[in-house]
Each structure stands twice: as C-alpha cells, then as structure tokens.
T-cell receptor
Framework: DTEVTQTPKHLVMGMTNKKSLKCEQH?????MYWYKQKAKKPPELMFV???????INESVPSRFSPECPNSSLLNLHLHALQPEDSALYLC??????????????????FGPGTRLTVL | DAKTTQPTSMDCAEGRAANLPCNHS???????VYWYRQIHSQGPQYIIH???NNETNEMASLIITEDRKSSTLILPHATLRDTAVYYC????????????FGAGTTVTVRA
C-alpha cells in the first residue's frame, strides 16, 4: 500500500465553524506533513511531525491545530478560519533518516488533498 | 536550501522526449537535486533525485552538469498523462524534512 488518503475531498465551512481534515497512511512512515497550496501557487509547508511529535511549525496561525494521534494518522483541526485560508490542503508522509545518495527512501508521498473553501 | 530557476512553461509533442531545464547556481556540496511533478487536481509525485551523477529510473532521467549549477529532467517518451507542473527542488541531506517548492514548469504534452 503506497497510498496517502485524505478526507474529505472537499469542505466548505463558515468562519465560525470548527472542522477537521484527516490524513492516513499505512506505509510505516514516521514523518507526516501538512502543506497548503493556494490556486496556481506551489505547495507551502505548514507542519512536520516525526515520531508523532511536532517537529516543525512554519509560523502557522493558531487557528490551524495539527494532531498526530498515532503513526498512521494526521489531523488538522480548523477553527475561526478566514476566507483567505481557502486552499488545497495536502498531506504527505515519508520515512525518516538519511539514506544512500541515490536511494528514494526518503521521498515524500502526497495525498490528493482536501479542497477547503471558507465562506 | 539553494533556490532554483525554471522556465514558466513549455510544450512537448506526444511521443517525443521532453527536456526540462533547471538552474541552481548556488547549490552547495551537500545538496541534492530533486524533481517532483503535480498533475492537475492531484498531490505532488516524486520523480527522481541525484547528487552529481546522472540518474535514471522508470519515469525519467536526470542529467546534472559537472559543475552542478544546472540539471535537466528528461521524460524519454512524453505522453498526454505527463502534462503537469514539474518542480525542481534543491535539498540538503541534513534537511530531511523540508521540500521548498518553487514556481515550477507547466509542461503541456500535445497530441
């Protein structure tokens, strides 16, 4: 199984709502990532979890709250979002640790994303 | 991590080789060149990476110049399904986590 799944595929929410995005992988990866991608722009890293602990937060506003309940699951809790937060939210996972120079061991596998619209 | 420069867009004929250039003139000795692509409405997909030697896998070939300041991704027989945004990323071995995507090249394969 080399797949990262994300639910839901689409989400529309108001600025006062609380919602969650879910990501799951069963590849034994111990690093998981959240990226945000605005229309016609490249993905931007938001958070990195390694061994279920938050290791990188790219100065993301607190209205985005990540959670990694176990090694296969990654959630992104959303609260009091703004319309400018509308974007494609991508989850990715990878192995950890350095590998040989030509090994693709550390490649990141991406899910299809959740397209979020904030009204 | 070093920045990269790629053409904004390029067209390619189906069945022909597509050669995608990338400049990374400030690359340092411990930095690798990675290529990912993103097909419309999908997440990015890893293609290939290399340090200084040319690399080939089932998807593509990566040619890195001797001074490592530029590289070319080669899709040997482009198909319509190769239409995507292709990202060239320079990444150090000590920075296992971050993928810093640039603007990429939008490649359109035409029949």
């Amino acid at each position: 199984d080399t797949e990262v799944t994300q639910t839901p595929k689409h989400l529309v929410m108001g600025m006062t709502n609380k919602k969650s995005l879910k990501c799951e992988q069963h590849m034994g990866h111990r690093a998981m990532y959240w990226y945000k991608q605005k229309a016609k722009k490249p993905p931007e890293l938001m958070f990195v979890y390694s061994y279920e602990k938050l290791s990188i937060n790219e100065s993301v506003p607190s209205r985005f709250s990540p959670e990694c309940p176990n090694s296969s699951l990654l959630n992104l809790h959303l609260h009091a979002l703004q319309p400018e937060d509308s974007a494609l939210y991508l989850c990715a996972s990878s192995h950890l640790g350095l590998a040989g120079a030509t090994s693709s061991y550390n490649e990141q596998f991406f899910g299809p994303g959740t397209r979020l619209t904030v009204l | 991590d070093a920045k990269t420069t790629q053409p904004t867009s390029m067209d390619c004929a189906e069945g022909r080789a597509a050669n995608l250039p990338c400049n990374h003139s400030t690359i340092s000795g411990n930095e690798y060149v990675y290529w990912y692509r993103q097909i419309h409405s999908q997440g990015p997909q890893y293609i290939i990476h290399g340090l200084k030697n040319n690399e080939t896998n089932e998807m593509a070939s990566l040619i890195i110049t001797e001074d490592r300041k530029s590289s070319t991704l080669i899709l040997p027989h482009a198909t319509l399904r190769d239409t995507a945004v292709y990202y060239c990323i320079v990444r150090s071995r000590s920075n296992d986590y971050k993928l810093s995507f640039g603007a990429g090249t939008t490649v359109t394969v035409r029949a």
